[in-house]
């Protein structure tokens, strides 16, 4: 398959629509008499979006990790408040149970 051009600028026939910078490769050497465009911005923009296309899986990756450890503190800190509840709850009755106690004592 002999496809002259680029993905970005296809070759066409019609010499109307043809790019003027863009030239047919001929069996002669290349060199310097023969004007290029500067490609290189557009190379580096493209390979940077390609970068940045192949480093949206581990972004997501990411922020799917942030997100489960900010919900496993939440639930950490769910358990430490119900725990310090019940021991509270626990303390409470120990100290009624003690005072019961000592009024019993008391009392006799």
């Known amino acids: 398959m002999n496809a002259f051009g680029t993905i970005d600028r296809p070759t066409t026939h019609d010499p ?10 001929s069996a002669e050497p290349f060199g310097p008499e023969f004007p290029l465009r500067d490609t290189a911005r557009a190379t580096a923009s493209r390979q940077n979006r390609n970068l940045e296309m192949q480093l949206i899986p581990e972004a997501l990756a990411r922020a799917h990790m942030h997100e489960r450890l900010r919900e496993a503190e939440t639930e950490r800190r769910a358990t430490r408040l119900a ?16 005072r019961r106690a000592l009024a019993m004592a008391v009392m006799n």
């Open 16 to 25: 109307k629509k043809q790019d003027p910078t863009m030239h047919r490769p």
């Open 83 to 98: 725990a310090a509840r019940r021991m509270q709850r626990r303390a409470e009755r120990a100290s009624m149970r003690a």
